[in-house]
């Protein structure tokens, strides 16, 4: 069945970075556009970064431009985030996204 793992968040000082990974499986991932999105406490979901299925065309919400990079490895059916310089509004539990289906999340918690 089709599926969505995320992993590589935890906790991280201002300035600090991470990068974040989620396996797909169930599917021809490498057709397939794909998505992080985040929710920090208390507030809704929001969008912050798309990568076309070939992983030539990338966008990216205001909030996170210049400083988190998505990517993708077809080989491995896995997208990344990677982010720098994160501040303590990143902090969220994010998600990523094919089509409808959403993975299971993992918490950043950015915090000195």
């Known amino acids: 069945q089709v599926q969505l793992v995320e992993s590589g968040g935890g906790l991280v000082q201002p300035g600090g970075s991470l990068r974040l990974s989620c396996a797909a499986s169930?599917?021809?991932?490498?057709?397939?556009?794909m998505y992080w999105y985040r929710q920090p406490p208390g507030k809704e979901r929001e969008w912050v970064a798309s990568i076309s299925g070939a992983g030539s065309s990338t966008t990216y919400a205001d909030s996170v431009k210049g400083r988190f990079t998505i990517s993708r490895d077809n080989a491995k059916n896995t997208v990344y985030l990677q982010m720098h310089s994160l501040k303590p509004e990143d902090t969220a539990v994010y998600y990523c996204k094919w089509r409808s289906l959403w993975g299971q999340g993992t918490q950043v918690t950015v915090s000195s």
């Open positions: 169930g599917f021809t991932f490498s057709s397939y556009s």
